[in-house]
């Protein structure tokens, strides 16, 4: 089974402070994902990484950065955390390949910027 | 980024009733997934469907990719309570190779 974990289950930060949050997969995917849920919206891609050190927009990346240093972990930084980035955070892998579309989540980490 | 419309917002049956939901795009996609995400989890991964016309089943569930390949539909048959969740479509887009659009997501409640 392919798993994705999240260095925090619940992260608590004050708004300017910067913010590293972390994700793992097993699989040796090619494909890695962040992106944030919020209600009423759902899943929005922030950054996507089709490799290591390559990197991707997603459709709402203002204010975060993201970095791929080794295959399996892909970062999501708040460099300046605001109040308006209190949200779920979903990091997600996938193989590449058009063939190989499914996309596997992490249990997520729930951000709250005071 | 476009979003898939999904439908019903939210259900609420009774414990042994039959549930259907669709999504649907006025764009063609190439492959549909459906998700199950329970309170406080990340989404996990139902049915993948690749081909227009496929119907696969997952023990009680049904999924659907459309002929038109512009929509998709989850039936769950006999449902039971840990059915409870918000389920999400999926799509990639043709020429969007990796990247998939989500549907806003349907609040299943179920009553014994």
């Known amino acids: 089974d392919v798993k994705v974990t999240q260095s925090s289950r619940y992260l608590v930060k004050r708004t300017g402070e910067k913010v590293f949050l972390e994700c793992v997969q097993d699989m040796d995917h090619e494909n890695m994902f962040w992106y944030r849920q919020d209600p009423g919206l759902g899943l929005r891609l922030i950054y996507f990484?089709?490799?290591?050190?390559?990197?991707e927009k997603g459709d709402i990346p203002e204010g975060y950065s993201v970095s791929r240093e080794k295959k399996e972990r892909f970062s999501l930084i708040l460099e300046s955390a605001s109040t308006n980035q209190t949200s779920m955070y979903l990091c997600?892998?996938?193989?590449?390949?058009?063939?190989?579309?499914?996309?596997?989540f992490g249990p997520g980490t729930r951000l709250t910027v005071l | 980024g476009q979003q898939l419309n999904q439908s019903p917002q939210s259900m609420f049956i009774q414990e042994g009733e039959d549930v259907s939901m669709n999504c649907t795009s006025s764009?063609?996609?190439?492959?549909w997934l459906w998700y199950k995400q329970d309170p406080g989890e990340g989404p996990v991964l139902l049915i993948a469907?690749?081909?227009?016309?496929e119907l696969t089943s997952n023990g009680r569930l049904t999924a659907q990719f459309g002929i038109t390949r512009k929509d998709s539909f989850l039936n769950i048959s006999a449902s039971i309570p840990s059915d409870v969740g918000i389920y999400f479509c999926?799509?990639?887009?043709?020429?969007?190779?990796?990247?998939?659009?989500f549907g806003t997501g349907t609040r299943l409640q179920v009553t014994l």
């Open positions: 997600a892998s996938s193989l590449a390949g058009s063939s190989y579309n499914e996309q596997f």
């Open positions: 469907l690749y081909k227009a016309g």
């Open positions: 764009s063609i996609f190439n492959t």
């Open positions: 999926a799509g990639q887009l043709s020429g969007t190779a990796s990247k998939l659009t």
């Open positions: 990484s089709y490799d290591v050190k390559m990197k």
